[in-house]
């Protein structure tokens, strides 16, 4: 699967290239360093989201930590309640291109 064998700080550098050295959910920017910076998963592992690139981004470890395990929907929702400035386009991008991922390898029907 892409990404499997990569280690974590590349997974991270992968996600930071494609959607912008910044927190995915509260658009905190990993100015200075990357200490901040966490592998979050669009769609949480308990609920089938699979271990791909394609399923992860660069979250804040503040957003990583307080998220837990919602759903990225409600998690959007939750953001912007809190006055944070995700992008729900970013984020419905990101899913189309998880589901398309997953048409095309299969074997993930749990992904809401
Ligand atoms: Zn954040």
New binding site residues.
């Given amino acids: 699967m892409p990404g499997a064998h990569l280690p974590r700080p590349q997974r991270l550098a992968l996600a930071i290239a494609r959607d912008g050295a910044r927190?995915?959910?509260?658009?905190?920017p990993f100015e200075h360093s990357l200490a901040n910076a966490s592998i979050d998963h669009l769609v949480p592992k308990l609920k089938g989201g699979p271990a791909w690139t394609e399923n992860e981004v660069a979250?804040?470890r503040?957003?990583?930590a307080k998220r837990g395990h919602l759903s990225p929907g409600l998690w959007l929702a939750e953001c912007i309640q809190r006055g944070?400035a995700p992008s729900r386009e970013l984020l419905v991008q990101r899913l189309l291109l998880l589901h398309a991922a997953i048409n095309e390898r299969g074997g993930q029907r749990r992904v809401e």
């Fill in positions: 927190c995915f959910w509260c658009a905190h979250a804040c503040t957003c990583n944070r």
